[in-house]
T-cell receptor, first 112, second 110 residues
Framework: EADIYQTPRYLVIGTGKKITLECSQT?????MYWYQQDPGMELHLIHY???????EKGDLSSESTVSRIRTEHFPLTLESARPSHTSQYLC???????????FGPGTRLLVL | SQKIEQNSEALNIQEGKTATLTCNYT??????LQWYRQDPGRGPVFLLL?????KEKRKERLKVTFDTTLKQSLFHITASQPADSATYLC?????????FGGGTRLMVKP
């Protein structure tokens, strides 16, 4: 099991609410990623970070934002959730010396 | 645009047989290719990596081939077991980024 954690695992909220999805890793990895995955579909990169104070948007347009104040922590925030944000969100990390990405268990989000 | 194709239909095989999964891609020149396993409700787990200058890699019952001319990778599981039932994702890598295919669901029946 990889030492990368996501909370909450499941979240049901109403439209317009602000939410933060947490991701932490204890492996000392410098690179971290957020992916969005709908059931049976491919993972789409929405944000990534190469280190502290570094954040970039991924290929898939997303209304979410991220921050990287500490190496081990890479939270994702939705300022105003909408039903179109309903999906699974996966956090991953890797060390610069390796191409292998380690994934967290995911957060399954349902916006009503 | 870049495209990665994995068979979206589930692959059903009998226990003990060899499972072969295909990953085809277009408009891409990956430096390496990875295969991941994903179980329902879980994050993907890394299995194997093969680089553009390698033809074949093995790990226990797993074997992956990479043909950059055909733009194709094949993933084999020999002596398959019901515990191998999962969705298998291929991912093309360049630099710090991975681009994932949609995965193929494998069902191994006892």
């Amino acid at each position: 099991e990889a030492d990368i954690y996501q909370t909450p695992r499941y979240l049901v909220i109403g439209t317009g609410k602000k939410i933060t999805l947490e991701c932490s890793q204890t492996m000392g990895h410098d690179k971290m990623y957020w992916y969005q995955q709908d059931p049976g579909m491919e993972l789409h990169l929405i944000h990534y970070s190469y280190g502290v104070n570094s954040t970039e948007k991924g290929d898939l347009s997303s209304e979410s934002t991220v921050s990287r104040i500490r190496t081990e922590h890479f939270p994702l925030t939705l300022e105003s959730a909408r039903p179109s944000h309903t999906s699974q969100y996966l956090c991953a990390s890797r060390h610069s010396s390796s191409e292998t990405q380690y994934f967290g268990p995911g957060t399954r989000l349902l916006v009503l | 645009s870049q495209k990665i194709e994995q068979n979206s239909e589930a692959l059903n095989i009998q226990e003990g047989k060899t499972a072969t999964l295909t990953c085809n891609y277009t408009n891409y020149s990956p430096a390496y290719l990875q295969w991941y396993r994903q179980d329902p409700g879980r994050g993907p787990v890394f299995l194997l990596l093969i680089r553009e200058n390698e033809k074949e890699k093995r790990k226990e019952r797993l074997k992956v081939t990479f043909d950059t001319t055909l733009k194709q990778s094949l993933f084999h599981i020999t002596a398959s077991q019901p515990a191998d039932s999962a969705t298998y994702l291929c991912a093309l890598g360049a630099g710090n980024m991975l681009t994932f295919g949609g995965g193929t669901r494998l069902m191994v029946k006892p």
